[in-house]
């Protein structure tokens, strides 16, 4: 009985990290198709795009805190219902200007839940399971991912985007509802007082600072991926279907890995530390193939960028939470979170700025050696710390 329990009480924090994704891309990759909805220019889309992400940067790290001072179960719900009541805004207003307000809302509501539901997924778990909870949270948050555009695409032909909207408010609302009733309260835990020279020194502490900018660069990797493997498939003048079953690929590698990463961490088979370094040298490895011409190059690099994200994600949140002291869980969540997003956002301007100049294959170039800087070094001071140790 006590694993179903488990069980039921984690899946509402599944659903939780699904819809936060599914709203985010669902939206997102349908915003630009329909300016009868009040998308009526790329400035406009490039703003509408910008206000989910930019509430994510800025208000993450306040949410988080916010779970560890009064509860990371009553912010995660009361994110969730906020989420719903943002969509609602547009179903109901069906005004251009509300659709400003219901995409911020949004965002803003995201900030809140998103982080709070990966502080309790350590909460709720131990130490010793944190890999299978992480790996199993990630896999469901990438297939929110990837059905957003192709469930959002099908809704928004049938409806509009009100029909979206309309759904994200019905799911939100809906997953608020389970996690009251299934997701036990978790009282915030009693706490030191942290000062800001305090949480700068533990935020700079290589056991925070070390998985976060891996996370950062999977989630740049990412990113660059879905975006900007379809111009390389149309560069090498392939169809919409080829292309389309690259980026599919892609988030099928990332979501079918996470799992069995967590699973290999808990029973000893990886380390956080050997795993996270490997996905690493996966993703800088799928980004050099990005690199070759035609359709193999444009899908081992999605397989390679799709495992080596899903190596890191759930083995990077593991070791964060590993770190991490449990009354500061959600703090520690919502500055990880920041990081993703900065790589969300970071990964793709540095690609572009670089293609801009030299071509798009040295863009991909630029972002792997960055992806692959880290880890070589780690490996390069081991040897060297080696061989000093042998000479002495």
């Known amino acids: 009985m006590r694993p179903n329990r488990a069980a039921g009480r984690m899946w509402p924090l599944y659903a939780a990290g699904f819809t936060t994704a599914f709203g985010a891309h669902g939206i997102a990759a349908n915003l630009g198709g329909f ?27 306040v949410f988080g805190t916010l779970a560890d001072r009064v509860g990371a179960r009553p912010v995660m719900i009361g994110g969730l219902v906020a989420f719903a009541a943002a969509s609602a805004v547009y179903v109901v207003a069906d005004a251009p200007g509300w659709l400003w307000a219901a995409r911020l809302g949004q965002g803003a509501a995201a900030s809140a839940f998103s982080p709070a539901a990966s502080a309790l997924v350590a909460r709720l778990n131990p130490a010793a399971g944190h890999g299978r909870a992480f790996g199993s949270y990630g896999f469901w948050k990438s297939i929110g991912y990837t059905l957003g555009p192709l469930l959002g695409g099908v809704l928004v032909w049938a409806g509009g985007l009100r029909l979206l909207f309309a759904v994200l408010a019905v799911l939100g609302a809906g997953v608020a509802v389970w996690a009251a009733l299934a997701v036990p309260a978790v009282p915030p835990l009693p706490k030191a007082r942290q000062t800001v020279v305090d949480l700068a020194r533990r935020l700079a502490d290589p056991a925070f600072l070390a998985p976060t900018a891996a996370l950062a660069a999977a989630t740049a990797a990412l990113s660059v991926g879905v975006g900007f493997l379809p111009v390389s498939g149309r560069a090498a003048g392939l169809g919409t279907i080829a292309t389309g079953a690259a980026v599919s690929a892609l988030a099928a590698c990332a979501a079918l890995v996470q799992p069995r990463a967590g699973r290999a961490l808990d029973t000893g088979r990886l380390t956080a530390r050997g795993g996270v370094t490997g996905g690493l040298l996966l993703t800088a490895a799928g980004l050099g193939c990005a690199t070759l011409p035609g359709l193999a190059g444009i899908l081992s690099a999605a397989v390679l960028i799709g495992a080596g994200t899903g190596l890191i994600t759930p083995l990077g949140f593991a070791a964060l ?10 703090q520690t969540m919502g500055a990880a979170e920041l990081g993703r997003e900065l790589g969300d956002a970071g990964g793709p301007l540095l690609v572009a700025a670089v293609a801009t100049q030299a071509g798009l294959g040295h863009g991909y170039a630029a972002l792997g050696v960055l992806v692959a800087a880290g880890p070589l070094l780690v490996l390069a001071r081991r040897r060297l710390g080696a061989s000093q140790r042998d000479t002495a």
């Not at 009040?38 to 206000?51: F, H, I």
């Not at 939470?321 to 959600?330: D, N, V």
């Open 321 to 330: 939470a590993a770190a991490t002291p449990a009354e500061r869980l959600g």
């Open 35 to 61: 300016s009868a909805d009040a998308v009526t220019s790329l400035l406009v889309l490039g703003g509408l795009l910008a206000l989910y992400d930019g509430a994510e940067v800025l208000l993450k790290p």
